[in-house]
């Protein structure tokens, strides 16, 4: 018999701009919480060039408290929304510098299939600093064209209530149709479908690294 052996104690999430990685993965990030995963969210733009956006800051620290993470576990950067390719080399060095101190052994990241030129610039970046390590690409509604998950994690019926509860902590964002319980909801129920299970969260398979054993 041969099985192949997937794990990550230390998992990353890396998301463009605050709500991103909530979007994506909070169900599984609320699930994982507590185990004996080391979880660390970095988001690359704090979104503060846009006056109408003041409040976004602690709304991402709020909805990240309500998934159950610490101020430890979330770091927050100033790089500017819709001009990430200008700063490829400064977004490089600095998952280079998140790959040295956290060693993560599981990174996620936006899908492959996303047309948002920073979730773009960020995808493809990963790739080039976590070469050797599984990489995962996480759903952002509004922008993907195309994905389809062909990574499913079962989540649980509490998990996605706790990432609606995250959601709602975006005041700014609460007339938006993908932050809707009903469409979170229902985006749980599809990827639960297609793993034949209750709820899922489901990802595109950037990069796989697995090791085969008997």
Same mark, same amino acid.
């Given at each position: 018999?041969?099985?192949?052996?997937?794990?990550?104690?230390?998992?990353?999430?890396?998301?463009?701009?605050?709500?991103?990685?909530?979007?994506?993965?909070?169900?599984?990030?609320?699930?994982?919480?507590?185990?004996?995963?080391?979880?660390?969210?970095?988001?690359?733009?704090?979104?503060?060039?846009?006056?109408?956006?003041?409040?976004?800051?602690?709304?991402h620290?709020?909805?990240?408290?309500?998934?159950?993470?610490?101020?430890?576990?979330?770091?927050?950067?100033?790089?500017?929304?819709?001009?990430?390719?200008?700063?490829?080399?400064?977004?490089?060095?600095?998952?280079?510098?998140?790959?040295?101190?956290?060693?993560?052994?599981?990174?996620f990241?936006?899908?492959?299939? &996303?047309?948002?030129?920073?979730?773009?610039?960020?995808?493809?970046?990963?790739?080039?600093?976590?070469?050797?390590?599984?990489?995962?690409?996480? &759903?952002?509604?509004r922008s993907?064209?195309?994905?389809?998950?062909?990574?499913?994690?079962?989540?649980?019926e509490?998990?996605?209530?706790?990432?609606?509860?995250?959601?709602?902590?975006?005041?700014?964002?609460?007339?938006?149709?993908?932050?809707?319980?009903d469409?979170?909801?229902?985006?749980a129920?599809?990827?639960?479908?297609?793993?034949?299970?209750?709820?899922?969260?489901?990802? &595109?398979?950037?990069?796989?690294v697995?090791?085969?054993?008997?």
């Open positions: 018999m041969t099985n192949m052996t997937f794990y990550g104690q230390s998992l990353l999430f890396l998301g463009a701009h605050p709500d991103d990685i909530e979007l994506g993965c909070g169900a599984l990030i609320a699930d994982l919480l507590g185990k004996a995963a080391s979880i660390y969210c970095m988001t690359f733009s704090d979104n503060q060039k846009n006056p109408d956006l003041s409040n976004l800051v602690s709304e620290i709020e909805s990240m408290h309500a998934l159950g993470l610490t101020d430890y576990q979330i770091e927050l950067g100033a790089f500017e929304t819709r001009r990430f390719p200008d700063h490829r080399q400064e977004i490089l060095e600095k998952m280079l510098e998140l790959k040295r101190h956290l060693q993560p052994q599981i990174v990241v936006h899908t492959s299939q &996303d047309i948002h030129q920073d979730h773009v610039t960020l995808t493809q970046e990963a790739m080039r600093a976590f070469r050797g390590t599984t990489v995962l690409g996480y &759903d952002v509604l993907s064209y195309g994905f389809f998950p062909h990574f499913l994690a079962e989540v649980s509490q998990a996605v209530n706790q990432k609606i509860a995250a959601l709602s902590k975006y005041k700014t964002y609460k007339d938006r149709y993908y932050f809707s319980p469409v979170i909801r229902a985006t129920v599809r990827h639960g479908a297609l793993a034949e299970r209750p709820f899922a969260e489901g990802f &595109d398979i950037i990069r796989i697995g090791q085969f054993g008997a």
